[in-house]
């Protein structure tokens, strides 16, 4: 379980495909810190450390991550999102995230507002439901409030401190980013298809 507050970002540096696999070796300021099979979001994706060397940590993606996720995408000196799982006894200052990526969004807007910066991502429609006006999305791992929200598209608003620690600065147009929808959502969801039928 993770907040969307990102810790740290990493910087790919070898990638080994295995079948349909593919393994990941990444350094970053918190690699030493990590331990074996800890659960760490990367970009918003949930991946297990398998090992740890020097300043590096290596994680392996399967065939069903690779699919739903833009680490297809990954290459030599690829900048990823990491933030490691949340404390029960701190406090949650973004929202509840999984680092269960529901799919890969598109941007197709990046607006320097002098200061801060605006981005809209385009989505898959059949995940309207889970989006709502001022609502929680985690994009790359990072915890953002959506608006303007349409049937397939969403606007967020970036910081200046987000955008400067995390892959947000390196988003342009057409990137592929990974999406989460809000899991409150997705049960409220549930409970009412549920009941309809």
């Known amino acids: 379980m993770f907040t969307g507050i990102i810790e740290n970002t990493g910087i790919v540096q070898h990638i080994e495909v295995n079948g349909l696999n593919k393994t ?25 450390i398998e090992s740890i060397m020097d300043n ?8 069903e991550t690779l699919s739903k996720t833009n680490l297809n995408h990954w290459q030599i000196g690829t900048v990823v999102n990491i933030e490691r799982c949340m404390l029960m006894n701190g406090r949650l200052d973004g929202h509840i995230v999984q680092g269960h990526v529901d799919d890969v969004a598109v941007c197709t807007s990046k607006t320097d507002k002098d200061g801060s910066w605006e981005y809209i991502f385009q989505f898959n429609e059949k995940f309207a ?12 791992g990072i915890s953002l409030t959506c608006f303007n929200v349409t049937r397939n598209t969403l606007e967020v608003a970036i910081v200046p401190y987000t955008f400067l620690h995390t892959n947000m600065q390196f988003i342009e147009v057409a990137t592929a980013v990974n999406i989460e929808f809000d899991v409150l959502g997705k049960y409220i969801s549930r409970m009412q298809e549920l009941k309809n039928n």
């Open 24 to 48: 990941f070796r990444i350094q970053s300021d918190v690699s030493t810190a990590l331990k074996v099979d800890q659960s760490v979001a990367h970009s918003g994706v949930c991946l297990t």
């Open 129 to 140: 439901h889970l989006v709502i006006e001022k609502g929680s999305v985690c994009i790359n």
């Open 56 to 63: 590096t940590h290596s994680v392996t993606a399967v065939e």
